[in-house]
Every structure is written in structure tokens, then in C-alpha cells.
């Protein structure tokens, strides 16, 4: 359990997956709470600051109080997709510039699931932007990052 793969998910999707030792349910639980983002945040940017409902759903609007460069600001995103099927779980926001971040629970056996986290950067309003300033390549390794810590809190 717990070794991050690279997914393919056509272009401008970074996108990476592990095998988490805990049901859809608990993990899905902890992505649809918008309070508890932070605890799961590999890349440091995230706070604690966030105002919203306290579970996700289609449509439902949330903000986050971030931290990059030290530099304190927040974003408000909206939930474009929300899946909550018996053992195949999805949620996915979209930020106001356009790229949006997703999340994908499928229960493989009882208790284990593969989740997969992905940054989806093609529907960006200036993706190009996002590639100069290597935004792609510093999501790649906060999402390993938080999927290892994910499987290291269900080890």
C-alpha cells in the first residue's frame, strides 16, 4: 500500500494515485468536508480558514485561506462534479482561473481503496501561465505528497 503512481489523463492533467488502507466512505468523507482540507494538503499552501458548507455538493461554493511564497490570500471554488456512489466515489472544484482539482475513490475490496488526485490545468484561462511558472511540476509533487501522507495515516 501507499506507493504513488503516475497517471495518464490526457493533456495539461497532472495526475498521480495510490492505494489507501480505508473504505470510499472515510476518504471521500474527509475531501466532500472542505474544513478538513488541510489536514490532507501535501503542498503547505493550504490554511485553516475556510468558510463554505460543511459537506460539498454540485454547485456548492467554498474558500480557502492559502499561503504561497508567503503570501497570504483566498480562493473560492466551486464544485463542478460530486459523485457519491456505493464504492466509486467523485469530487472535483474549479478555481475562478479556470483549472479545477479532482479527486476519484473507487473501492477495490473492502476497506482499500484507490484514490486518485489529479490537477486538471487545460480548461485553465492561461495554462501557458500556469507552465512558465512551473505550477504543473510543483502540484506533481504536493499531490505525491499528500496521497503518501494519506496512506501513511491509513498504514
Known amino acids: 500500500m501507499g506507493s504513488i503512481r503516475k497517471i495518464d489523463m490526457g493533456s495539461r492533467v497532472v495526475a498521480r494515485q495510490t492505494d489507501v488502507n480505508a473504505s470510499a466512505d472515510a476518504l ?25 458548507p460543511e459537506r ?4 456548492a461554493r467554498f474558500s480557502v485561506g492559502m499561503k504561497q511564497y508567503g503570501v497570504p490570500y483566498r480562493i473560492t471554488s466551486t464544485v463542478t462534479d460530486f459523485r457519491d456512489d456505493h464504492g466509486s466515489k467523485v469530487i472535483e472544484w474549479q478555481h475562478p482561473l479556470g483549472h479545477s482539482w479532482r479527486w476519484e475513490f473507487e473501492e477495490t475490496q473492502p476497506g482499500v481503496t484507490t484514490v486518485t488526485e489529479a490537477f486538471r490545468y487545460d ?15 510543483q502540484n506533481a509533487k504536493g499531490i505525491s505528497s499528500t496521497l503518501e501522507q494519506l496512506a501513511l495515516k491509513y498504514s
Do not use: N
Open 56 to 59: 460539498l455538493e454540485q454547485g
Open 28 to 52: 471521500f468523507a474527509i475531501v466532500s468536508d472542505p474544513r478538513r482540507h488541510g489536514e490532507l494538503d501535501g503542498s503547505g499552501t493550504v490554511k485553516d480558514t475556510v468558510k463554505g
Open 123 to 137: 480548461t485553465a484561462k492561461s495554462p501557458k501561465a500556469l507552465e512558465l511558472f512551473k505550477v504543473p511540476q
